[in-house]
Nanobody, 121 residues
Framework: QVQLVESGGGLVQAGGSLRLSCAAS????????MYWYRQAPGKQRELVAA???????NYSDSVKGRFTISRDNAKNTVYLQMNSLKPEDTAVYYC???????????????WGQGTQVTVSS
């Protein structure tokens, strides 16, 4: 079973920082792109940041300059460093990745279970 597990969420004050981690586990042959999404109450899920297999990155305008996505390929882990947090950043943050399981020809898309980030004012 291939899966993604997020960690690092919590409650912080506005202006503070958090680092989210997402570790892929299972019988994985390869991981291509990895992503961070978030979903605030009453809103649709939105893409926050993306990182390719070669570590090219993209960010939503709302987090650009404040968040940094990175990956450690040896650990099959993607990170989201969040600085200068705002109450508007409050959401459940989800890890997502394009991965190929061992024994499979195709690459599939997977979701983590989500981790809550709450920013107080």
């Amino acid at each position: 079973q291939v899966q993604l597990v997020e960690s690092g969420g919590g409650l912080v004050q506005a202006g503070g920082s958090l680092r989210l981690s997402c570790a892929a586990s299972g019988n994985i042959l390869s991981i291509n792109a990895m992503y961070w999404y978030r979903q605030a109450p009453g809103k649709q899920r939105e893409l926050v940041a993306a990182i390719t297999a070669t570590s090219s990155t993209n960010y939503s305008d709302s987090v650009k300059g404040r968040f940094t996505i990175s990956r450690d390929n040896a650990k099959n882990t993607v990170y989201l460093q969040m600085n200068s947090l705002k109450p508007e950043d409050t959401a459940v943050y989800y890890c997502n990745a394009d991965m190929r399981p061992m024994g499979r020809y195709n690459t599939y898309n997977y979701w983590g279970q989500g981790t809550q980030v709450t920013v107080s004012s």
